[in-house]
């Protein structure tokens, strides 16, 4: 009931003791009337002052607020009840310690606070679930009543006084608020109050309600027994809001949220209960008043079961109703994703925790040639090229440890006929998903589309004619070379070339003779270079070549190559057509490249307007020829 602790708390500790004591009192010797209703009232005030401070406590819930505030004022109540009853029991010393008229009338202004807060306060069910709810609850509130007014006229004969019938009617109505506040806290999953701080509570309103029922039965109400029967509870009562306050500091909300049950056994065990007892009744004095009660509650408690059940079918009904329209829609949608995946272009993989494929589409079949039954256990790395699998392995770690993470990528898969196909994957985490357990890979063929990307890119970066570099390009390579060059001390040579009397070919054979020489002179120019260096068509007869990390001895031999290539006359269209070129030459180390391209035009041009068909430098170092 109550955590050990919270045993520690002073206030729970003195409020034990206090109950220990008065037992002890009233035991050890005769107890007067008035400080019993003397020790009730200080009780009173301490439930009092606890539940003011919950109900102030800052950032609480407003319905738990709105709860406690309603129990306070019930507190009130109750301690002017029996504040009147300790100074009518002090005037006059043989009043009887029962509870009177007034005292029992502010009690029940003080309870009907109570239950009004808990009547209306929010739950967290709606429409037929709350029906249900509140027909659960209406049973074994019902099954309760029955109990209290059985053991209510327990006496040896029934009640014919007013006051017998009141005291029966007040123990009853107890019980009923003590079983209206464990129905709310176990059947709504949502009480305006912590689950132990609920428990001190109904335990208290249950026995304040049996000690009530008791004054029918025991001809003196200050027998002890009467007596402690009516002074524990008021002690748990006033520890009730002192273990909210104390649960609230880890629960600053108050409320109890426990997850509710979709059924409860508690309206069953009150038929059976119900049913019992009035076997026990119609055994022990046969049809008396006390067991027409209890009969007219078994047929109350009947007839709200049926209601329920008759609800309960109802729902049923609805559901299966809406369970078989649900079931169709399934099949419908499980069809048609059937025929989506059958007819989609598009490659569907799972890949596992293992990094096995556990589910293929039958796309792989058309895409790659390879059957889903035969993907399935497969590690999809092995179809990679070998050259993209470092972008596999990235790929898939950055997927993993990572949910609902999703990647794209491009790379190339191995076909069945022993052809690569470039496939764009869109691969996506979804191993926390139950119905998926792994990485779902959507893959598409994009051969055609990178084929056309990369004959676009050679297009913008190539001579269409000569098929060589084109100036973009050629600028390109020598400041990638520059920026990328081994040691700030490394050189690379930049050969301009440019034909000579190109101009009368053109003029004489026409230009697509001109054209063709081209074509020759960009092949030649090919072979005197290594496969690293770059060569490029600036434009008309113009032609640089890029030979990175080489020094003047280096691109003196590639000039000489060239020259001498060039010594064969080419053979076009039945024409034979001499070919001179003009070469400059400028090595540096690439710190200021537009100066390097710039020195070796000049050269170039310097060798042109001294005589052609031979190379110089730029800096005039080494030997022009």
Known sequence: MVAPSMLRDPVLRALMAGAVLATAWVFAGPWPDAASWLVQAALDGVFIWFSWKVATRPGIDASVRRFWRGTTLGGCFFLLGDLYQTIAAARDPELNAAAGTAQTVLVAMGLGCVVWVMLTHPIRVVGRERTRLWLDAATVLCGVAVFAWYFSLSGESTPDTPAQIAVALVGSGLMLVAAFGMCKLLLSGAAPFTFRAGVVGVTSAALVGLETSLHAVVAEASDPGVLIARLLPCFLLAAAPRVQQLQMRVEPSGVTARKRRPYSRLPYIAVGATQALLIVALLDEGLNLRAWGVVAGVVAITALVVVRQSVAFSDNAELLTNLDASMLRLRRQERRFRSLVQHASDVTLVVGGRGRVTYASPALLRVLGIGPDEAIGIDPRDLVHPEDRPIADRLRQRLEGSPRTTVTVQLRAGSADGTWRWLQLVATNLVDDPSVEGIIVNARDVSEERQLEERLRYDATHDTLTKLANRAFFDERVRLF???????????????????????????????????????????????????????????????????????????????????????????????????????????????????LRDADAAMYAVKHNGKGRYLYADQRGQGR
């Open 482 to 596: 520059a920026s990328e060059a081994p040691h700030a001390g490394t050189t690379m040579a930049i050969l301009a070339v440019d034909l000579d009397d190109f101009k009368p070919v053109n003029d004489a054979l026409g230009h697509h003779v001109g054209d063709a020489l081209l074509v020759v002179v960009a092949e030649r120019l090919r072979r005197c270079v290594l496969p690293t260096d770059t060569v490029a068509r600036l434009g008309g007869d113009e032609f640089a070549i890029l030979l990175p990390a080489t020094s003047y001895a280096g691109a003196t031999a590639i000039a000489d190559q060239i020259l001498a290539a060039f010594q064969e006359p080419a053979y076009v269209d039945g024409h034979e057509v001499p070919i001179r070129a003009s070469i400059g030459i400028a090595v540096g180390t690439g710190a200021d490249v537009d100066t390097l």
